[in-house]
């Protein structure tokens, strides 16, 4: 009875211990947003603001060029989710369903893109884009983080229609359908958890980065939000407290879109690895 009780604890403590260690930054994220500034730079922290203030949000959400920056990261962040879900969907039907030649190369340099760090070609794509004249343009940006996103979405999405079954796609060209249709009435809707959970990973990934925009994009009305988070500093240092508002402000776009598609990302997790 102990040793099961036992065993009970501790996998129980463990998960809050782990869930402290990753809240903690989050809640203090949040908290900070609303302190005054005295209680900002104490010496002495302090976990719960008593006198709270909307200063800082008021603050970031006067900083100028918000709304520009709002609407830029917003285009770029849907457009290279949706573009890479649909390329992915074609290439990954190809490679789960079809038999070609190349085929298993093809599959060897998805999983090299997929593990090499985007950082180390920033030079190449930095005079690609500048010898083709499109510095300071959402286009590349948009582009690139198509590219940054897709080979996972096709490893993923190959693993989800490699699950569904081929019997009913013959069934259903049985019954008259083409290969066109038979993959649009019934693998498309089949693969939901898929396109939630890798809608997710794209969206955060295109919505956080960084770096790339800060090098290709250097006037204000084409950058995107993750610079804007830069931009608070004063006379005497940073505005930790307009900071920690804008980045509080940041994070709700993706705390969001999660709880909007956890349902179906949770299953597109778990299910994408059991093949049917």
Request: hydrophobic content about 55%; overall charge positive.
């Amino acid at each position: 009875m102990r040793r099961s009780l036992a065993g009970r604890i501790w996998p129980n403590a463990v998960a809050v211990v782990l869930f402290a260690v990753f809240a903690f930054p989050v809640y203090w994220m949040v908290s900070t947003a609303f302190k005054q500034n005295n209680d900002i730079i104490s010496k002495t922290p302090v976990f719960l603001p008593l006198h709270g203030t909307f200063s800082h949000f008021s603050t970031a959400f006067h900083a100028a060029g918000f709304w520009t920056l709002v609407r830029n990261s917003f285009t770029v962040t849907v457009i290279a989710v949706l573009g890479s879900l649909v390329i992915a969907l074609l290439a990954s039907f190809a490679i789960a369903r079809m038999r070609f030649k190349g085929r298993k190369a093809f599959i060897v340099v998805i999983m090299l893109a997929q593990m090499a760090p985007w950082e180390v070609m920033t030079i190449c794509i930095y005079m690609i884009v500048r010898d083709a004249d499109y510095l300071n343009s959402l286009v590349p940006l948009t582009l690139f983080y198509m590219m940054m996103v897709l080979p996972f979405t096709i490893w993923t999405l190959r693993g989800f229609i490699a699950a569904v079954p081929r019997e009913l796609e013959e069934s259903a060209m049985v019954d008259g359908c083409t290969r066109t249709q038979a993959f649009i009435k019934v693998i498309f809707p089949l693969l939901a958890p898929g396109l939630m959970s890798t809608s997710l990973f794209g969206f955060i990934t295109a919505w956080n980065e960084f770096p790339l925009v800060l090098i290709l994009n250097k006037q204000a009305e084409a950058q995107t939000l993750p610079v804007w988070l830069t931009q608070f500093q004063t006379n005497f240092g940073s505005d930790w407290g307009a900071t920690m508002a804008a980045s509080s402000l940041f994070a709700i776009p993706v705390l969001v879109v999660f709880l909007f598609l956890q349902r179906k990302a949770v299953g597109g997790l778990t299910s994408g690895a059991v093949k049917g």
